[in-house]
């Protein structure tokens, strides 16, 4: 029954976020993430925000390519927040935050 639960939790969770953004939490394709990766290779920068982070996929390809840069992963779906937290914490440069990015500085 505690898995029922929080099955249901989770979906209602994604879906209620879903609708709130306007997108879903979908991971990034890898074509995307390459066509990233190169785009900030001409730059080596310091500090990469990820805004709208989903599940980390991104954050963590730009972690690997750029190891001296601080990459900041944004998301204010909880569901993907957590598990992003979870899976990235091998990751000494990336620095995932709970929040709307709209909102912050």
Do not use: C
């Not at 209602?12 to 976020?17: C, D, E, N, P, Q």
């Not at 879903?18 to 080596?44: C, D, H, Q």
């Not at 920068?45 to 900041?72: M, N, T």
Request: net charge positive.
């Amino acid at each position: 029954m505690i898995l029922l639960f929080l099955f249901v939790f989770i979906l209602l969770s994604i879906i209620g976020f879903t609708w709130k953004n306007g997108i879903s939490p979908m991971p990034s394709s890898k074509g995307a993430r390459e066509a990233m990766a190169k785009v900030w290779k001409e730059r080596e920068p310091d500090i990469i925000y990820e805004l709208g982070s989903g599940w980390g996929h991104l954050a963590r390809d730009l972690a690997k390519s750029f190891p001296r840069a601080q990459i900041i992963a944004i998301e204010n779906s909880w569901i993907p927040y957590l598990v992003s937290k979870l899976w990235l914490w091998p990751y000494r440069n990336i620095m995932v935050r709970y929040g709307n990015f709209m909102e912050m500085d």
